[in-house]
């Protein structure tokens, strides 16, 4: 999985998950960050607009959701051109498997040279803010 997510670069993804208490998310958050990329969790019933400018605002390498997706967030996802990747829990095997039609599986090599440093940057949030627009926040 690490070396699935890995093959999106580092950067910001956009976890839309009903519950970070699920499974998934407990799982996938390591994942992410162990590919030197940012996890910016979102609530999933923001109306289209909000997630439209969450995602713009983060500007996000992909968006991941469970199986069962976020219509309004994949559309905004697709507004701005970010790839959408799902996420699955088999608990019969304890296994996560990440599908997206439009990527070739990566190789393993690839993880070999992954190297996390004490700057990267492991969640982005934002704040209620001031002046009506919310503000982003990075937290090492």
Known sequence: MCVY??????????????NVFVLQFV??????????ATVAPLNPF????VLE??????????????QEGNRR???AASKLNIP????????ADTKITLFDQ????????SMSTVVNDPSDV?????????????????CC
């Open 102 to 109: 439009r990527r070739a599986e990566p190789s393993l090599d």
């Open 5 to 18: 997510l890995q093959s999106a670069g580092t950067g910001v993804i956009v976890f839309l998950l009903e």
């Open 27 to 36: 799982i996938l958050f390591p994942a992410v960050i162990h590919c030197r």
């Open 46 to 49: 923001y109306i289209a607009k």
């Open 122 to 138: 492991a969640m982005f949030l934002h704040t209620s803010g001031a002046m009506g627009h919310p503000s982003p926040i990075a």
């Open 84 to 91: 959408h990747l799902t996420a699955n829990l088999h608990f």
């Open 73 to 75: 967030a994949q559309s």
């Open 53 to 66: 400018f969450y995602l713009s605002d983060s500007e996000p390498k992909l968006l991941l959701t469970l």
